[in-house]
C-alpha cells in the first residue's frame, strides 16, 4: 500500500469497497431477504460487481501489482456464478418423438391499456404463438378482456382476479390437463397456479407464477431525466418498495415450497420471479431442477425489456427426469415489458 501511487492508493480503496460489496452479494442468496431486506438488491446487480472486479484485475494485471489477488479470488468464486447470467454455447439436440415444448410468457394484459403505442400487439401475440407452437404456454399477466382467442389449446387453467381490472394466470396444453389449482396469493395481480398434465404414459405437474414486482421504470431514461428532482423522501420511498416487496416475495416463496412439497409428480416451473438468477427467491424456488437457460441457452438471456442491462428475472425449471433438449429467449419479439422464453425438453429414459 505504502509503495502505491496516491491515485492507485485511490483504486486500491474503492477495490476494496467493491470486493466486500460483491462477498456479501455471493452469500445472500442463503440469506432470507426478510433479514436484510435492502442488502438483497446486492443480488440484482452482481453481475455488475463481476465485470467490475474484472477490470481491476485486469489494471493490477497491467502493473504487475499484488492487489490483483484478492479480485483474482473473487472472480475464481464467481466462476459458479457467471452461468446464470451468460453462457457462451446452446445446446440444440436432435429431436424426437417424445420431445415436448414449453412456453412462458408475461404479455402484460397483451396491450390492453396500450402501453405500446400499436393497436396490434395482442394479434401479433397471438400469430407469434401460433407460430412457435408450444405444447404448452404459461401466461402472466393474462387477460380475457384483450379477446385473444388460443383455440389451438384444447385443455387450460385460468385463474383471473380483480374488480374492474380482471388480471391473471393461465396455462394452454395441447395435452389432458385432470386437476388444476391456485395457491391465492394475497397481493393484487400476483399468483401462483398449477395443472397436472397427462402426456402419454406421463403425468406431469406446470407451476406457472407470477411474483410481487419490484416496480422499477424499465426505461432509464426516466430515472436520468429526474436525478436533479431526486430527494431524500423520494429515495426513501424507493428503498422502502424495494425492502417491502422482497418481503413479500419471500412469503411467496414460503407458500410455494410448502405447496410443492406435497407434489406427486415431475414438475415444470415458469414464470416471472421478479428477481435476479443470484437471489434468495430464485435458489428456494428451483431447489434441485435444471434451470433451462442454463442448461441450454446461450448468451445474457434477457427476458425484460431494461434498457442497458440484460435483466433475466423470467425462468423455466425442469425436474431432472427430463432432458433439456433447447433452450431460446425472444429479445427480438418486443411485445410486452418482458420476452417469451422456450424450452424442449423428454422425459429421459
Not at 8 to 34: D, E, W
Not at 272 to 278: I, L, Q, R, V, W
Request: with cysteine; hydrophobic share 40%; net charge positive.
Amino acid at each position: 500500500m505504502k509503495k502505491l501511487s496516491w491515485f492507485n492508493k485511490v483504486m486500491y480503496v474503492l477495490n476494496g469497497i467493491l470486493i466486500l460489496l460483491t462477498f456479501v452479494a455471493y452469500v445472500l442468496p442463503f440469506l432470507a431477504p426478510k433479514a436484510f431486506p435492502l442488502l438483497s438488491v446486492l443480488t440484482l446487480i452482481l453481475p455488475s460487481f463481476l465485470i467490475l472486479n474484472g477490470l481491476f484485475f485486469i489494471y493490477w494485471l497491467l502493473q504487475f501489482k499484488r492487489q490483483l489477488v484478492l479480485s483474482g479470488i473473487v472472480l475464481l468464486i464467481g466462476i459458479t456464478f457467471i452461468n446464470k447470467f451468460y453462457k457462451l454455447s446452446s445446446t440444440n439436440l436432435p429431436k424426437t418423438e417424445k420431445d415436448f415444448t414449453v412456453m412462458s410468457y408475461n404479455v402484460r394484459l397483451f396491450n390492453l391499456f396500450e402501453w405500446i403505442n400499436d393497436k396490434n400487439v395482442g394479434k401479433d401475440i397471438l400469430a407469434f404463438v401460433n407460430e412457435k407452437n408450444p405444447d404448452i404456454i404459461c401466461i402472466q399477466e393474462y387477460s380475457e378482456n384483450a379477446k385473444i382467442d388460443l383455440r389451438v389449446y384444447k385443455y387450460k387453467a385460468i385463474f383471473i382476479e380483480g374488480n374492474k381490472i380482471k388480471t391473471g394466470q393461465a396455462i394452454f396444453s395441447k395435452f389432458p390437463i385432470f386437476n388444476q389449482g391456485n395457491l391465492h396469493l394475497l397481493q393484487d395481480g400476483n399468483n401462483i397456479i398449477f395443472a397436472d398434465i397427462k402426456k402419454g404414459k406421463d403425468t406431469l405437474r406446470v407451476y406457472n407464477m407470477h411474483l410481487q414486482s419490484i416496480k422499477i421504470s424499465p426505461d432509464v431514461n426516466e430515472i436520468s431525466n429526474n436525478v436533479e428532482t431526486i430527494n431524500k423522501e423520494k429515495s426513501q420511498m424507493v428503498f422502502g418498495r424495494l425492502r417491502d416487496a422482497f418481503k413479500r416475495q419471500e412469503f411467496q416463496t414460503e407458500i410455494f415450497s410448502n405447496h410443492k412439497k406435497d407434489c406427486p409428480y415431475p414438475m415444470i416451473i415458469c414464470g416471472d420471479m421478479n428477481n435476479s438468477a443470484f437471489s434468495y427467491i430464485y435458489r428456494n424456488i428451483k431447489g434441485d431442477l435444471n434451470d433451462c437457460f442454463e442448461e441450454a441457452g446461450n448468451g445474457f438471456g434477457q427476458t425484460y425489456n431494461f434498457k442497458y442491462y440484460p435483466a433475466r428475472i423470467d425462468y423455466i425449471f425442469a425436474d431432472k427426469k427430463m432432458k433439456v433438449k433447447w433452450f431460446k429467449n425472444f429479445s427480438s419479439f418486443n411485445k410486452s415489458d418482458h420476452f417469451p422464453i422456450m424450452t424442449r425438453l423428454s422425459f429421459a429414459d
